[in-house]
Nanobody, 126 residues
Framework: VQLQASGGGSAQAGGSLRLSCAAS????????MGWFRQAPGKEREFAAA???????????DYAESVKGRFTISRDNAKNAVYLQMNSLKPEDTAVYYC?????????????????WGQGTQVTVSS
């Protein structure tokens, strides 16, 4: 699986950005897809992830720091996953990475994710 993240940029506090991650590979739908972020001098941290149960249910998991502000979604037909980020805060500033990993349960550790896209910078100013 090859992943390509896009959509980063700059925003004012309280603003919104939408990140996209395009994936190659025929087995995209079988993976949990996650978004991680890494601020300067800090470790990479989990932000959100989603998996599909093969039927009609999409599960999502969020870090407490983004819950209620970020929404992760996926389009299996387009091999894409998105992260809608609203009510942005300066502390959301980081390089954001998309990743693909085992599906069930949704992993939060970056060590569980085998495939990574390049990062996309998100900068939120106060």
């Amino acid at each position: 699986v090859q992943l390509q993240a896009s959509g980063g940029g700059s925003a004012q506090a309280g603003g919104s950005l939408r990140l996209s991650c395009a994936a190659s590979g025929r087995t995209f739908s079988s993976y949990a897809m996650g978004w991680f972020r890494q601020a300067p001098g800090k470790e990479r941290e989990f932000a959100a992830a989603t998996r599909w149960n093969g039927g009609s249910i999409y599960y999502a998991d969020y870090a407490e720091s983004v819950k209620g502000r970020f929404t992760i979604s996926r389009d299996n037909a387009k091999n894409a996953v998105y992260l809608q980020m609203n009510s942005l805060k300066p502390e959301d500033t980081a390089v954001y990475y998309c990743a693909a990993g085992p599906s069930d349960p949704i992993p939060r550790s970056p060590l569980r994710y085998a495939y990574w896209g390049q990062g996309t910078q998100v900068t939120v100013s106060s």
